[in-house]
């Protein structure tokens, strides 16, 4: 009982997850298609084509990932599906904030070799793109992993 | 008669034509002003708090030349100096507006009138209090005669060293120097200026026109949307705490991350 009530819980997770996910891929894409990027607080969708249109597909497969993994995700046939939903989403984090390492060490076109402090933190504020908001949802999926592993 | 008339409506639509055309700017055929919510600067009038908006200083501008409200690249410069150094020298008080002296080495109508209806100066202004404005040009000569055909003169020869206002306030004796900082006019925006308003030394050709109407549109824009730290020198950068805080994140979920995966 207590088993099936844990399977619940983690359907409407990633049912949810799923949702969210897809919706910010479907956003990504939209905007993409509007041609400029979209300020909303402290999230910020993409409008490029590269990270707004290839990112936001990528985006939107996580989202159907996790919902074509959610009925059954207690099978390794539905949890390989979520993780792998987390795994495009680690793709687009890693990628977004190798891109913000990058870009916060140097001091600019005609600045210095390096960055200020201020300037350094500045690169890591807000805002952030939506995927950013999704890691720490999508972390869930390492459970799986390890429940598999080890089972 | 008919033809009286019909020449009287005729130069009278043609009059309100370019009336409008020139509402959104004085350069011709500029696009549009990009949708954005400045802060406006609160000062007190005597007893009255007002907020004064950018489209407010457009408004007077465009009464004081006659064409219409307009928001040129020297009145946008303006209401973001302005804006930036009172928050530097007032931090979260409201100033007076006797309290605000502007010295400005701009010559040009746009930053003249602005300065004028932040400071209470301008002619047929009802206003209680007044702060002080001055013109004094790089080279020190103070710039007596105010009317836009003499300021139109003057302006003929401006750069970049002609972007510098030093804000006072009056009753501390502090003072703010803001200069612009590198990169936001083109290289050759003021020999263009120079040309297409002026005609010289020589009137320009199609393709130069083209280019300063698109750098004229790059700068106003850039005096719109761009923090007033990156316009301005001068002007300190607030702490960013936001970056700050997920680079700790970043940092401490990263180390995490590693210890997890060496204890397996």
Redesign the interface.
């Known amino acids: 009982m207590a088993e099936k009530n844990d399977n619940n819980l983690e359907i409407i997770y990633f049912a949810i997850l799923g949702l969210v996910t897809f919706g910010f891929g479907l956003a990504d894409l939209l905007v993409t298609a509007s041609g400029d990027a979209l300020t909303l607080g402290i999230l910020e969708i993409p409008g490029d084509m590269f990270r707004g249109g290839w990112g936001g597909l990528i985006v939107l497969f996580a989202g159907l990932f996790y919902l074509s993994g959610c009925k059954n995700v207690a099978e390794v046939h539905g949890a390989s599906k979520v993780v792998t939903g987390s795994i495009l989403i680690w793709i687009m984090v890693a990628t977004d904030i190798f891109a913000m390492i990058t870009e916060s060490i140097p001091g600019g076109e005609d600045g210095p070799w390096f960055n200020s402090l201020a300037g350094f933190l500045g690169t890591y504020a807000p805002p952030y793109a939506p995927v950013i908001f999704l890691l720490p949802f999508s972390l869930v999926a390492i459970h799986y992993i390890y429940k598999k592993r080890f089972a | 008669m008919k033809r009286r008339q019909y020449f009287f409506l005729l130069t009278a639509a043609l009059l309100i034509l370019s009336l409008v055309a020139s509402a959104g700017a004085h350069m011709p055929g500029a696009r549009e002003v990009p949708e954005v919510e400045l802060t406006p600067i609160l000062i007190y009038d005597g007893d009255t708090l007002l907020e004064i908006s950018i489209d407010d200083l457009a408004a007077y501008h465009g009464v004081r030349v006659g064409k219409g409200a307009s928001k040129c690249v020297c009145l946008c410069c303006a209401f973001r100096a302005a804006e930036a150094a009172i928050t530097e020298l007032w931090g979260e008080e409201i100033p007076r507006r006797e309290d605000i002296k502007i010295v400005t080495s701009l010559p040009t109508s746009g930053s003249m009138h602005a300065f004028q209806y932040i400071t209470g100066t301008g002619p047929d202004m009802d206003t209680a209090t007044r702060g002080e404005f001055s013109i004094v040009l790089p080279d020190g000569r103070d710039v007596a005669n105010l009317s836009n055909k003499n300021i139109k003169t003057m302006s003929k020869d401006n750069s970049l060293e002609n972007f510098v206002f030093t804000i006072h306030r009056r009753s501390t004796g502090e003072s703010i120097l803001i200069s612009m900082s ?2 936001i006019f083109p290289d050759d925006y003021f020999d263009l200026r120079k040309k297409v308003n002026f005609n010289i030394p020589e009137p320009p050709d199609d393709e130069e026109l083209d280019r300063f109407k698109s750098e004229w549109e790059d700068v106003r824009d850039a005096f719109l949307i761009l923090p007033a730290w990156e316009l301005f020198e001068g002007i300190e ?1 607030p ?2 705490v ?3 805080i ?2 700790v994140l ?1 940092v401490t979920g990263s180390i995490i991350l590693v210890v997890w995966m060496k204890r397996d």
């Open positions: 590198d990169g950068a702490f960013p936001g970056g700050a997920f680079f970043l």
